[in-house]
């Protein structure tokens, strides 16, 4: 394959349909399991487009999620994380352990494993029904129509990301707007990294504050750790920058977005708000998030050691990428790919990863998802779209896909 005939990546959506992956993703999967595709700096990593093999990919230790390794498919996604000119890598702010290795990984990690346990995020199901049920209460004594967006999908899992890390709420716009920042990819590096060191700064403030004044939270978890020397408080400060940004920012996003796709597939939306059983419930949520994948830019990797691919020898110092969005719509896997089907069992989608990265806070996104979406359309059962499907503004430009506003009516 010439350089002219490597297609660009990453490539844009159709706007006809704008839940379903690039059409010419799509097509890179009909054709074969792995191509290469050119970023924009010219790196010429591989696109692994099939269910199992980015499961296998996922899953092997000789490939890294180190932003330093060579080969890395280092384009602007990667680099909302670490970048910033000539300064010194220890001196760059990071996020947490999202772009770290075993067994460094693993120790961070395992520092906040227990607060998004199962058990304990079930235990969080009647405080998430209370914030939902006030932020629809207060969305109905709003205007008509409302923008759902900054109504009820940031405010819900801002709130309760809040409450479990033990961040004011009070402070909401500060970090939603430098959130904001970090996951725009059209931002310039160096606005990116303001944002970051502005929610690290602040994260390590807070740090200190529960040193002299813990509470019953997550970061005066972490404190204790810092205190027994398990963890640095500057290592704190980042896995709170982590939790804090993908604890609001995903959820709003599949809030927001799989209310869309609900009103464009009423028929789904239908059962959804006419049931009351929570396994229909709960296979909604697991269908919505295989149908939308909002983390569509694709999970990157770098191999460390020659391997085999789908059946292509990689190179060690070569990049991967694997789209999880183009993975759940396998038909291999999921007939029908393209359908939404709220009673269909995705429940081996990947929309939270695999392997030793799958996301630590699914099972509180679950829960959140759960009560969002078996409360919001009972109480508002004529909520609909105000407005245009073409004239939304989509995220096309951020890392995690969603839509800036939408405008709703009842």
Not at 95 to 114: K, N, W
Not at 122 to 151: C, F, H, S, W, Y
Not at 217 to 238: F, K, N, P, W, Y
Not at 352 to 369: I, K, P, T
Request: one cysteine or more.
């Amino acid at each position: 394959m010439t350089d002219q005939e490597t297609p660009a990546y990453p490539m844009e959506r159709a706007m006809k349909c704008p839940f379903d992956p690039p059409p010419q993703l799509k097509s890179l999967q009909e054709e074969g399991p792995i191509t290469r595709v050119r970023l924009e700096d010219g790196q010429t990593p591989w696109l692994v487009t099939g269910y199992d093999d980015q499961r296998t990919v996922l899953s092997d230790p000789r490939v890294s999620s180190d932003t330093a390794s060579p080969g890395y498919p280092n384009a602007a996604v990667a680099k909302n994380y670490e970048a910033e000119g000539e300064a010194p890598q220890e001196q760059r702010p990071k996020i947490g352990f999202i772009l770290m290795d075993d067994p460094e990984h693993a120790r961070l990690r395992r520092m906040v494993t227990a607060p998004f346990a199962i058990k304990r995020s079930e235990a969080r199901r009647p405080a998430i029904q209370k914030i939902v049920d006030d932020a629809i209460d207060a969305m109905l004594a709003g205007p008509n129509p409302t923008d759902l967006v900054d109504a009820f999908a940031l405010p819900v899992p801002s709130l309760v990301i809040s409450e479990l890390l033990g961040v004011p709420y009070a402070d909401h716009d500060f970090f939603q707007e430098n959130s904001k920042v970090i996951v725009n990819l059209d931002v310039a590096p160096e606005e990116r990294m303001i944002g970051m060191r502005n929610l690290t700064v602040y994260l390590d403030d807070l740090v200190g504050q529960k040193m002299k004044a813990p509470g019953d939270d997550l970061l005066s978890g972490l404190v204790g750790r810092v205190e027994s020397g398990d963890i640095t408080r500057a290592e704190a400060a980042q896995i709170g920058v982590l939790l804090l940004i993908a604890g609001h920012e995903t959820t709003a996003n599949m809030i927001a977005l799989g209310t869309l796709a609900l009103f464009e597939n009423p028929d789904q939306l239908a059962l959804l708000r006419d049931s009351d059983d929570p396994v229909v419930v709960a296979k909604a949520v697991e269908e919505l998030l295989r149908y939308l994948h909002i983390t569509h830019n694709g999970r990157r990797r770098a191999v460390l050691e020659d391997m085999e691919i789908a059946g292509q020898a990689v190179k060690a110092g070569e990049g991967v990428i694997l789209p999880g969005d183009i993975g759940n719509r396998d038909p291999a896997v999921f007939a029908d790919p393209d359908r939404l089907d709220l009673t269909r069992d995705a429940r081996r989608h990947i929309a939270f990863g695999f392997g030793v990265h799958q996301c630590l806070g699914q099972s509180l996104a679950r829960v959140e998802l759960q009560v969002v979406y078996s409360t919001l359309y009972k109480r508002i059962p004529t909520l609909a779209l105000a407005g245009d499907l073409k004239e939304l503004p989509f995220k096309h430009n951020a890392a995690v896909y969603g839509v800036y506003e939408l405008p709703v009516t009842w």
